[in-house]
């Protein structure tokens, strides 16, 4: 079983940056593909951002040249480096883990963080 737990989320104004961090639990870390997905209101979940094992990244085209992704083996931290923030970036992210095999499948979903950028 793996937990994760994310931080970092908050109110911020457009153009603004935030970090989100998550600590999984488990000994899986290194092994694992690790997203992060969004989700706000009225709409559908997005798949926000990957990055495998062997550092390979994928990113959304909403997000591309803004956000990044990236992680710490040694900390079971993966990160989600957010810049030029807009309204429409406004959601719940959840921090992931799984596996990626032709696409991503997550196994185990963290609590969620709410990010609000204001205009």
């Known amino acids: 079983q793996v937990q994760l737990v994310e931080s970092g989320g908050g109110l911020v104004q457009a153009g603004g940056s935030l970090r989100l961090s998550c600590v999984a639990s488990?000994?899986?870390?290194?092994?694992?593909?690790m997203g992060w997905y969004r989700q706000a209101p009225g709409k559908q979940r997005e798949l926000v951002a990957t990055?495998?094992?062997?550092?390979?990244?994928n990113y959304a085209d909403s997000v591309k040249g803004r956000f990044t992704i990236s992680r710490d083996n040694a900390k079971n931290t993966v990160y989600l480096q957010m810049n030029s923030l807009k309204p429409e970036d406004t959601a719940v992210y959840y921090c992931?883990?799984?596996?990626?095999?032709?696409?991503?499948?997550?196994?185990?979903w963290g609590q969620g963080t709410q990010v609000t950028v204001s205009s």
């Open positions: 992931t883990s799984g596996k990626y095999e032709l696409g991503y499948s997550p196994h185990y």
């Open positions: 990055i495998r094992s062997d550092f390979m990244l």
């Open positions: 488990g000994n899986i870390f290194s092994i694992s593909t």
